[in-house]
């Protein structure tokens, strides 16, 4: 993926509504007569005398993601790949709180508008207020990118994966930052990662030659 595909990446996702993720919900709590029951008390049908069973707990924001991860990774191909891609996004933008969502909607309209350092104080009261949102430390680094501060981009980008190894944006990103401080043995690691990953990331089998032939090339 290339750093401009990645910036129209992150700028549409600063724009996206918080996705609400359809968890659903059981019926309601039933319990079955108890054992030692009257008998003017019991059931007056079979049926209705068989307990009823606990509906399924839903499962959890962390449980989607890694089952949807894990679809990736066997995905057979890109068109395939696509619509998991865009529900494992909707979930990355799925706010912890009202306010959050409000500092990020004001840090894109900060940024659209190439004030980057108030944008970067409200990405910095994101990522302080809500520190397991992976969001708040992937926009950030979108945003040193662009200031060509590097060295904070690497560790924002290494604190999402640290939250959430299986983001493959923090590691397309990771791939093109380390690619830029002309660390290729490091960015050829990490595309191999992201390949595991998302094995049809747009351009990560053509940046992977690119990275072994450069590295190859060196004898290392």
Do not use: C
Request: charged share 25%.
């Amino acid at each position: 993926m290339t750093m401009k595909s990645n910036l129209r990446y992150h700028q549409r996702l600063l724009t996206v509504a918080v996705a609400g993720v359809l968890l659903g919900s059981g019926p309601a709590w039933a319990q079955s007569p108890p054992p030692d029951a009257p008998p003017h008390a019991a059931p007056s049908s079979p049926e209705a005398a068989k307990p009823r069973r606990e509906a399924p707990k839903p499962e959890s924001r962390a449980e989607i993601l890694q089952r949807l991860y894990g679809e990736l990774a066997k995905a057979p191909n890109a068109a395939a790949a696509e619509p998991i891609v865009r529900n494992i996004e909707q979930l990355w933008v799925q706010a912890e709180s009202p306010t959050a969502t409000l500092l990020m909607n004001r840090a894109l309209v900060a940024a659209n508008e190439k004030d980057y350092d108030l944008s970067l104080k409200f990405l910095d009261t994101v990522t302080d207020l809500y520190p397991a949102w992976t969001e708040g430390f992937n926009r950030r680094a979108y945003l040193y990118v662009i200031r060509l501060d590097y060295n904070r981009a690497l560790g924002d980008l290494r604190r999402v994966l640290a939250l959430d190894p299986g983001n493959f944006r923090a590691l397309e990103g990771l791939v093109q930052v380390l690619r830029t401080m002309g660390q290729d043995k490091a960015a050829l690691d990490v595309v191999k990662t992201l390949l595991k990953a998302h094995p049809h990331s747009p351009g990560a089998q053509e940046t992977l030659k690119e990275l072994e032939e450069a590295v190859n090339g060196r004898g290392i």
